[in-house]
């Protein structure tokens, strides 16, 4: 069935890097995407979302660009710092189905060394 | 402003227990969820109520019910807990079907 999946499962950057996140979705007809961050032992937060209708959105020193050609989404952290290890999850609307309902992809963990 | 709580944090039950995780949050959100999240998957959700007086189905429903109270609050209920119930639970709010969803930290459960 279609899923939203991850490239990498896991990351490793230093510290003051730029880091790129990836997330690879199927279902051509999503309409709303979000990244959450997930720390050990607390619930998703969310950082950014992103309208079909934008190609890109921007942050406090996040961005998400949205490639629908080849439905791929990215999540970009700039200055990577210690405190941004966690699990990174993307999360898809499927038009179609209940508005209301997301499928979320299984995550990316972030590791930042100093 | 505490967001979305969840009440216990930690819950141990033995199979055939019954018991109720309560959420709540207190940003006047219209929607509320139950989710659930194991090893190696992503969330999946099991209720959802997009307004007060309404609830629905998710992916996993079979073995729980809700119960939108009010506005604030949403519960989930475990009838006759089961092993493989055994995960982290989690619930969400948002203003609508197209505002980011709030989670709460999660209740912790494990099913002996």
């Known amino acids: 069935g279609e899923s939203v999946g991850l490239h990498l499962p896991t990351l490793s950057v230093q510290e003051g890097d730029n880091s790129i996140i990836n997330c690879a979705y199927s279902?051509?007809?999503?309409?709303?995407f979000i990244w959450y961050k997930q720390e050990s032992g607390k619930g998703p937060q969310f950082i950014i979302d992103?309208?079909?209708?934008?190609d890109k959105r921007q942050g406090q020193r996040v961005t998400v660009l949205l490639n629908k050609t080849v439905k791929h989404l990215s999540l970009q952290i700039a200055a990577t710092q210690p405190g941004d290890s966690a699990v990174y999850f993307c999360?898809?609307?499927?038009?179609?189905?209940?508005?209301?309902?997301?499928?979320f992809g299984k995550g990316t963990l972030l590791t930042v060394n100093p | 402003n505490a967001g979305v709580t969840q009440t216990p944090k930690f819950q141990v039950l033995k199979t055939g227990q019954s018991m109720t995780l309560q959420c709540a949050q207190d940003?006047?959100?219209?929607?509320m969820y139950w989710y659930r999240q194991d090893p190696g998957m992503g969330l999946r959700l099991i209720y959802y109520?997009?307004?007060?007086?309404?609830?629905d189905k998710g992916e996993v429903p079979n073995g729980y019910n809700v119960s939108r109270l009010n506005k604030r609050e949403f519960s989930l209920r475990l009838e006759s807990a089961a092993p493989s119930q055994t995960s982290v639970y989690f619930c969400?709010?948002?203003?609508?079907?197209?505002?980011?969803?709030?989670f709460g930290d999660g209740t912790r459960l494990s099913i002996l």
């Open positions: 109520s997009a307004s007060e007086g309404t609830t």
């Open positions: 969400a709010s948002n203003f609508g079907s197209n505002q980011p969803q709030h």
């Open positions: 940003m006047n959100h219209n929607s």
């Open positions: 279902n051509s007809a999503s309409d709303y």
């Open positions: 992103i309208r079909s209708n934008m």
């Open positions: 999360a898809e609307r499927r038009v179609g189905g209940s508005n209301y309902k997301l499928t």
